[in-house]
């Protein structure tokens, strides 16, 4: 079962370690939402567009024969929208400035998410 309270307290922190981050959200890996921080309007576009990311990331690791992918990264016009795993049962959806919208950036937050996962489970 998700641990909503660790899962939002990671991306607050994350959010706090990352000030870029323009907006966050979470969903289950069905594509439900489950909380963000951006205004209404942008987090219906954001989680919609994070599980349609998931979905498409999920279809390329299968056609390439590979495990669950960790992220995928799209940048459209001036942002860059990051997807990444957390556990096996939410994914995190990120808005960032397009120049942010590299592999590097997306190690770096599945690297923090590794930290996180090891000191305080998102499943319980």
């Not at 992918?69 to 799209?74: A, D, F, T």
């Not at 556990?87 to 959806?93: F, N, T």
Request: net charge negative; with cysteine.
């Amino acid at each position: 079962m998700i641990n909503q309270q660790r899962a939002w307290l990671f991306a607050e922190q994350l959010q706090h370690r990352m000030p870029e981050i323009e907006n966050l959200q979470l969903l289950t890996v069905d594509g439900l939402a489950m909380r963000g921080s951006c205004l209404r309007q942008d987090e219906d576009k954001l989680s919609a567009l994070s599980a349609l990311l998931y979905s498409g990331a999920q279809q390329l690791a299968d056609c390439l024969q590979e495990e669950n992918p960790k992220g995928l990264i799209v940048c459209i016009g001036v942002s860059a929208y990051v997807i990444a795993q957390l556990g096996d049962e939410l994914v995190l959806g990120l808005q960032v400035p397009a120049d942010l919208g590299h592999p590097q950036f997306l190690q770096t937050v599945c690297q923090l998410i590794g930290e996180y996962e090891q000191s305080s489970p998102l499943i319980h």
